[in-house]
């Protein structure tokens, strides 16, 4: 998709928020990354690494009650692999999001019990993470629901940024660190584009959902079979293009002289799985 790969994160921005970041993280003892389930390593942005340098962290897949159950239980496995915690959630019912500060505890089980035996009584504080639209500000929300008690602004945050106690010595920052996507490849720029990470505005809608019908009929084609009331053999033997046109004639998207509406198909195709209307679906 060469239209993706043009697009260029204002690099200003990028500086600014890196910035932000960077302010915070001296004020926190630990990263909350947040992550689409959907698309756990496309959503990620590494140069955390850089930004969090040494600090500890938990991964947040969220919104997993769209992403393939079995996919992010392999995930959860394979950043445990990697030494990095993860728990997956679904902010958007608050599915999970009990789990995040026994997981946060148990990641810093060490200095708590370090700070313990010196009689140390230090608050432990959060800042999430993650690229635009994985969910940060629902997680959020849910996360601090009831517990709006916001702590005194702290001399060295950026003005605005507030704590919520969130339980007893814990606390979580008001403002999340907004990442930026990076996309180098052009599969990654694609999946982003599919989840709505990437506006519609910068992409050609057809050729996204095209892709993304190529994508599901390999890995996913019962789902778009069931979805769109066709054999998995008839989804077999179409390629992407004759998929959005088979798709948009079940669904009686013509236009004059009968040819398929293939634009108003595409954006339907994208906005059933963007809800997950085609299933729970995970791409990497
Ligand atoms: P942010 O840009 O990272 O702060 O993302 P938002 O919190 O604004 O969420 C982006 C969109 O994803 C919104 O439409 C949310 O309702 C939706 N969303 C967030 N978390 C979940 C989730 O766990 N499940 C589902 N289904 N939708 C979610």
Redesign the pocket.
Known sequence: MAEMQNIQWFPGHMTKTKRKIAESIKLIDIVAE?VD?RIPQSSRNLDIEDIISKKPRLIIL?????ADPRKTAIWKEYYKKNGIEAID?????G?GVNLFIKAIRGVLSDRIEDAKAKGINKSIRVMVV????????????KISKGKRARVEDRPGVTRGNQWFFIDKNFEILDT?G?LWPKFEDPLVGEKLAFT?AIKDQVIDIQQLAIRLLELLSIDYKNNLASRYKMTEEEVDGLNGVDLLKAIGKKRGMLISGGDVDTERAAIMILDEFR??KIGRITLD
Request: charged share 20%; hydrophobic share 35%.
């Open positions: 947040i389930a969220n919104k997993c009650d769209m959630v679904d902010s958007k019912t599915k993650g690229i635009p639209n994985v969910g940060k500000s629902s997680f959020i929300n999340p907004v709505g809800s997950a």
